[in-house]
């Protein structure tokens, strides 16, 4: 290596650098923010509603009395898929590539006392896809352990005992992801942070 191309390949990463950290999103807060005080709860409802739609949910209940509003199930974005937003962490990411993942999105805007102003919190629900092993009787047939594939193929095409058993797991809460929706909604500007975390 010369002079001349460690000199380019040195700029190139300091070019490389800036443009990461000039590009990082100046507008998150540093306090993590659990609930979001609601002026207009309609307006705040639209906003989440908004929100879901923009980041790819599809909602299966609007309950705008209620102020309740739940999506159907989403299944977890891939490494392939750089427009999806629903993986809100690297942690997130890395599981949606190992595992077969789903998330639900529940909005809720509730008043906590009488004389109290509502206020909007959001749960997200992951669950991952479990499917029973089938015996590997040899190391050339590791390809079929849950389903008829080839080496070359995979693919999911399972048996009617297969997809009897196969199950939906609950994984908890993705705390990330629901981050990211508050921050999403309340810049809209129908909503604003409480000033305390509300648990």
């Known amino acids: 290596m010369t002079y001349r191309t460690g000199l380019w390949g040195l700029l190139l990463t300091a070019a490389a650098v800036?443009?990461?950290?000039?590009?990082?999103?100046?507008?998150?807060?540093?306090?993590?923010?659990?609930?979001?005080?609601?002026?207009d709860k309609a307006a705040a409802m639209a906003a989440a509603q908004e929100t879901l739609r923009q980041m790819h949910f599809v909602i299966e209940k609007y309950d705008l009395e209620a102020?309740?509003?739940?999506?159907?199930?989403?299944?977890?974005?891939?490494?392939?898929?750089?427009?999806?937003?629903?993986?809100?962490?690297?942690?997130?990411?890395?599981?949606?590539?190992?595992?077969?993942?789903?998330?639900t999105v529940e909005i809720f805007v509730?008043?906590?006392?009488?004389s109290?102003?509502?206020?909007?919190?959001?749960?997200?629900?992951v669950e991952k896809l479990?499917?029973?092993?089938?015996?590997?009787?040899?190391?050339?047939?590791?390809?079929?352990?849950?389903?008829?594939?080839?080496?070359?193929?995979?693919?999911?095409?399972l048996d009617e005992a297969s997809i009897a058993a196969m199950e939906w797991i609950d994984m908890g809460t993705g705390a990330a992801l629901e981050q990211r929706i508050l921050a999403r909604i309340q810049r809209q500007g129908s909503v604003s942070y409480h000033a305390d975390r509300v648990l």
């Open 130 to 157: 479990s499917l029973p092993p089938r015996p590997i009787r040899t190391m050339s047939r590791m390809a079929n352990l849950y389903t008829d594939s080839s080496q070359r193929v995979q693919s999911l095409d």
């Open 18 to 39: 800036v443009c990461v950290v000039g590009c990082a999103d100046a507008r998150r807060t540093a306090v993590p923010v659990d609930r979001l005080a609601v002026q």
């Open 116 to 125: 109290a102003r509502p206020s909007l919190h959001c749960r997200v629900t």
């Open 67 to 103: 102020g309740y509003i739940r999506t159907f199930p989403l299944r977890a974005g891939q490494f392939f898929e750089p427009w999806r937003q629903d993986n809100a962490s690297m942690e997130a990411l890395a599981q949606a590539n190992l595992h077969s993942l789903r998330r």
């Open 110 to 114: 509730e008043v906590s006392e009488p």
